[in-house]
């Protein structure tokens, strides 16, 4: 008989690779790659994607393996390991089926010939590898062969490939590296391993790791804490304002201390110019060009890593200009889909006046408003509702948004850790007096503060905030301390409540919600947007979707022009990005009339295009038969920041809110989602009576709700909607998709206790078993009953857990059918 898959990796392939001389610590066996995508609040994921065997030469991963049974040939999984070989930045991937075996080398981009029977040695690969690699510096040990500090946490894969490439480019005698990697993907953890490697294998001594703040500074000295245990000493020193040592080998400073002194007898000034063999820039989009320079100016011999959030944009122009493109990206959907960051939905509200789009001073004052105008500031007789917070500042808009926001709190949790962004340090004081008013019946006197640099004890309040064993503070006010670098997992509210134009800002700012955090049971978060800041989004941010592919034909075109939306005039070399489908993309520049050509397309696509000077702008269109047709596309020019006035006493209400459920970028309104949820109901189930057939069976049951949690429908969306926390799920997806009446848990159990009373007394010492189970459901759901931990919660833990219980019920057999009678009879038919 064939052997099936498991047993062709422990008959066959496991003494193939001891054969090849492959010792146990230098292979992996099963290893999960992604933890695989969070699906909805309970922390539900995708399954993730595993190897089934990543081979190690010394500290680098060589190698991946993909294992298939006797009855596949080698050739089936070779896709599946080049992926996986890919996503480590691997440079050789093999399949096997226990007798043949299939190569593909990335460096030479091609398979081996003939087909392979026996595996390489480790000493063979690492040949093969060293040869075909461009030339590289000589460093006595090879950083790349040297282990990593493994202790409580191993390089997630996309670390490993950015350790790799960053090494790699420092041997190939790269001066300048950049790391573009989203908030929480552990950018800080990165550069300790790769200057852990680098300084252990003798490559650098000395290195210099600068942040733009205190914290941020002391958070990354405690991540190279390892150092410490060094038999020679710490090698760790942090660099104060007026104390240049020079005495260890590891320095931490900020901009602000590497500055003191004065002009000419700068601190940095202090060093010689090759004391530095390594510089790490901590956020370096942050810093400034221009304190950057003269750093790099003074220690010019230096290699230097920078390591920024954000992907090229035009308010970080100078980063990717010194850097050039970065050696290694991850981006924050790409985290998302991974499993390793957690989803986000966004709530956006509109009051009356960023809905009607325009505020007219003199119906202003007619409705009792008062101006206030500063100096010099010239009025206008309306404004847009581009202009407001920029222009003009509405006061009674903060109001009515605090009073919207806790009435939101109130829903979602109101101890749900909470920051807001707000214009200033004023507007900050006044919103966390808002809420703090809102939500005093807690008892908490510290609900809510402001966390701003200037005040006295911001950074035991900051440290209070951040702390998931804390209740409070449970909402921070602040205008921009908290926008990068502080860790923050248990945050689930994102709240803008003051305008934002930098992408970069924002993208730094939505990533203080995107840690995962199991002390708290925070697996998503919300964006909370008065003032449109969302549509700052873009494909960088979105989780990648899997199921996206280019199908059928590429026959079609697509032509036109891209023209300046006011004037008319073409944009020469603007830049189009054109989407075809999971990791295809094509890109290409229009010619100097602003007129492009693109063939080989498939019947629909999403195009992105982008010119300096004007705003971004993102399409779907269909394409063409031939040339005979074209599109134009108009681009708007970016606008400068204005000043502001004030308008006060302005009566203002909430007029409009939409929930975005961001699996693929869709924008929904309620009623959107509503029917975009009918829908998807309906592909899956064609009645009523078949959504409850599919329903009392526990693994359809849970088959079905993954499916739409995996197509972003919540429950708990629709519960909010409809306006009824206390409905049944089933009951909650029937009346969406059937119009079927809502119908609360609290009913159905009665129901239940009612028409069953001669079977539930007929249990015995089983019926207060029953009954509890009955409670659970009440309370929380089927889902809770369904779950063998609930047997560990009051009353069971008295019982006995679960062994007692089931000697309650005559065995763990009677146990499971009581609990697969009480999900199929509390959804029994009623004609009442």
């Known amino acids: 008989m064939p052997l099936n898959e498991a047993d062709t990796r422990a008959k066959l392939i496991d003494p193939m690779l001891k054969t090849a001389g492959w010792e146990e610590s230098q292979i992996r066996r099963e290893v999960y790659l ?79 010939k ?67 990697m989203a908030t929480g993907t552990g950018k800080t953890f990165v550069a300790f391993q790769i200057v852990w490697k680098l300084y252990k294998a003798g ?21 190279f804490a390892p150092f410490a245990n060094s038999p020679e000493g710490d090698p760790r020193d942090v660099i104060r304002e007026g104390i240049a040592g020079k005495n260890r080998d590891i320095y931490f400073a900020t901009y602000q201390s590497l500055f003191s002194g004065t002009e000419g007898k700068r601190l940095f000034q202090q060093y010689n110019k090759d004391f530095y063999d390594m510089i790490i820039i901590d956020e370096c989009h942050r ?52 499993g390793f960051l957690a989803p986000y939905r966004i709530h956006k509200i509109f009051t009356n006046i960023d809905k009607d789009g325009i505020l007219f001073l003199r119906q202003a004052q007619d409705s009792g408003a008062s101006l206030y105008i500063p100096e010099n500031v010239d009025i206008k007789d309306y404004y847009s509702v581009g202009e407001f917070e920029e222009k003009i500042t509405l006061p009674d808009r903060t109001k009515k948004m605090c009073e919207h926001l806790a009435d939101l709190l109130r829903i979602y ?81 994102i709240v803008f409540m003051a305008p934002i134009a930098s992408k970069v800002l924002f993208k730094q700012t939505i990533g203080r919600g995107s840690r995962i955090d199991p002390i708290t049971k925070k697996f998503e978060f919300r964006i909370i947007d008065y003032t449109n800041v969302t549509r700052l989004f873009d494909e960088w941010d979105y989780p990648i979707d899997t199921d996206l592919t280019s199908t059928g034909p590429k026959d079609k075109f697509l032509h036109g022009s891209v023209v300046d939306a006011e004037t008319g005039i073409p944009i020469a070399n603007a830049s189009l990005t054109i989407k075809l489908g999971t990791n295809e993309q094509v890109a290409v520049k229009v010619d100097n009339q602003g007129k492009f050509r693109i063939s080989n397309l498939p019947g629909t696509i999403s195009l992105r295009i982008h010119s300096n000077g004007y705003k971004d702008k993102s399409l779907t269109t269909e394409t063409f038969a031939n040339y005979n047709q074209s599109i134009l596309i108009e681009l708007r020019k970016k606008t400068e920041e204005p000043e502001r ?32 949820s009918r829908n998807e109901i309906r592909k899956r189930t ?18 079905f709700l993954q499916e739409l949690r995996g197509r972003s429908i919540s429950p708990k969306v629709l519960s909010d909607i409809v306006k009824n926390p206390d409905t049944d799920i089933f009951d909650l997806v029937a009346h969406v998709a059937f119009n079927a009446p809502l119908i609360t848990r609290d009913e159905r159990a009665r129901a239940f206790r009612l028409l069953k009373t001669d079977f539930v007394n007929s249990l015995g010492s089983g019926k207060d078993v029953i009954l509890a189970l009955l409670e659970k459901y009440r309370v929380a759901g089927i889902e809770n009953i369904s779950d063998p931990k609930v047997f560990n919660l009051p009353p069971f833990d008295k019982m006995g857990h679960v062994i007692g219980v089931a000697k309650m019920v005559g065995g763990i057999d009677k146990l499971k059918q009581m609990i697969e009678l009480l999900e199929r009879d509390i959804y029994e038919e009623r004609n009442d």
């Open 287 to 338: 810093s400034g060009f221009g304190i950057w320079k003269v750093i790099f100016e003074h220690f010019s011999d230096a290699v230097y890593l920078g390591m920024t959030a954000t992907p090229k944009r035009d308010d970080n122009i100078d980063t990717y200009a010194y850097f050039g493109e970065p050696v290694f990206s991850y981006s924050l959907g790409q985290g998302i889909e991974d």
């Open 114 to 180: 003939p087909k392979r029977i026996r595996f390489p040695s480790p000493e063979e690969l690492w040949s093969r590898y060293n040869s075909q690699k461009p030339k590289r510096l000589k460093t006595g040990v090879d950083p790349l062969a040297f282990p990593y500090y493994v202790a409580d946490k191993a390089p997630r894969y996309y670390q490993e490939a950015a350790i790799k490439k960053s090494i790699e480019s420092f041997l190939s005698n790269r001066k300048k590296m950049l790391l573009t």
């Open 413 to 493: 949790g109101p101890k749900d850790k909470t920051m807001i962004f707000c214009v200033n340090m004023h507007h900050a004081g006044e919103v966390a007096k808002e809420l703090q008013s809102h939500f005093s019946y807690l008892g908490y006197p510290d609900y809510a503060v402001r966390i701003v640099s200037e005040e006295a004890y911001v950074n035991s309040l900051l440290e209070k905030f951040v702390d998931s064993e804390k209740v409070t503070p449970v909402v921070a006010t602040t205008v921009d301390l908290l926008s990068t670098g502080v860790d923050a997992p248990s945050v689930k509210n």
């Open 686 to 703: 064609v009645s009523l009576d078949d959504l409850r057939r599919i329903w009392v069976d526990k693994e359809k049951r849970t088959t």
């Open 203 to 223: 490559a650098i001594r000395r290195i210099l790791y600068i942040a733009d703040r205190t914290f941020l500074r002391d958070q990354a000295y405690n991540v």
């Open 645 to 676: 006035i004030v308008v006060d006493g302005l009566p203002i209400y909430i007029s409009e809110e939409i929930n975005l459920e961001l699996a693929d970028g869709q924008t929904l309104s309620k009623a959107e989602y509503v029917e975009y």
């Open 34 to 112: 992604t933890s695989g995508r969070i699906l909805d609040e309970r922390g539900n994921r995708k399954e993730g994607k595993k190897a089934d065997y990543i081979l190690y030469y010394g500290g680098t991963s060589i190698a991946v393996v993909e294992a298939k049974d006797e009855l596949h040939a080698a050739y089936d999984g070779i896709q599946q390991s080049m992926q996986y070989a890919k996503m480590l930045d691997i440079p050789f991937a093999y399949s096997c089926n226990g007798h043949e075996i299939e190569e593909f080398n990335f460096i030479s981009n091609d398979y081996a």
